[in-house]
């Protein structure tokens, strides 16, 4: 089992920038690759990026060049790093990691807003 909890989600005017961070625990020697994905109201959960465990990462088209994500083994975190953000960026995001046999874990989410 993994326990992911997500933080620092919150309200930011366009243009600005906040750090979302997931802490996990558990059967943390278990988990493979990473990420997040987001989830607005009204609108099926789309994947934002991943990383594996040796640190290669993938984004979304959309979120390319403005976020990037990090992640600590040793402290079990990973981090998504979000600048330039766009009203369109708002949304519920959610941390995952696959770990033991391709099992799919989820945080909490945190809101993520951005205004106008």
């Known amino acids: 089992q993994v326990q992911l909890v997500e933080s620092g989600g919150g309200l930011v005017q366009a243009g600005g920038s906040l750090k979302l961070s997931c802490t996990a625990s558990?059967?943390?020697?278990?988990?493979?690759?990473m990420g997040w994905y987001r989830q607005a109201p009204g609108k099926q959960r789309e994947w934002v990026v991943s990383?594996?465990?040796?640190?290669?990462?993938n984004y979304a088209d959309s979120v390319k060049g403005r976020f990037t994500i990090a992640r600590d083994s040793a402290k079990n975190t990973m981090s998504l790093q979000m600048n330039s953000l766009k009203p369109e960026d708002t949304a519920i995001y959610y941390c995952?990691?696959?770990?033991?046999?391709?099992?799919?874990?989820w945080g909490q989410g945190t809101q993520v807003t951005v205004s106008s």
């Open positions: 558990g059967s943390i020697s278990s988990i493979g690759p």
């Open positions: 995952y990691c696959i770990a033991g046999i391709s099992r799919t874990y």
């Open positions: 990383i594996t465990s040796t640190g290669g990462t």
